[in-house]
């Protein structure tokens, strides 16, 4: 079965300080809309590690994040 927004990647990010943080700068990490527009550039920057700003993702949660984009990024 597909991954989905709501069951396994919302989950991934905290309301705070993902969430909140992210919204001073124009993306709202809780919104299936915008995180699917923004999917490549989300991606780039768990890949390269530069977010989130306090700590990189383990990579299985990487590989999850991008596995959700490879299977056409379900809601
Ligand atoms: C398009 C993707 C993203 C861009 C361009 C972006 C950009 C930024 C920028 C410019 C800042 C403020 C400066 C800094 O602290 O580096 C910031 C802060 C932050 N971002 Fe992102 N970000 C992105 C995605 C994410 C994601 C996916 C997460 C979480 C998984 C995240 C979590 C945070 C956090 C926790 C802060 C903390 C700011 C603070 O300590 O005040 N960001 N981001």
New binding site residues.
Partial sequence: MALSFATDIRP???DT??VD??K??G?D?SSYAEVKA?AQ??Y???EDG?????GA?PEDRVARFKRWIDEGMAP
């Fill in positions: 991934l990010f905290r300080p993902d943080s992210m001073d700068y993306l990490l923004r550039d989300i780039a920057t768990l530069s977010m989130p700003c306090d993702w």
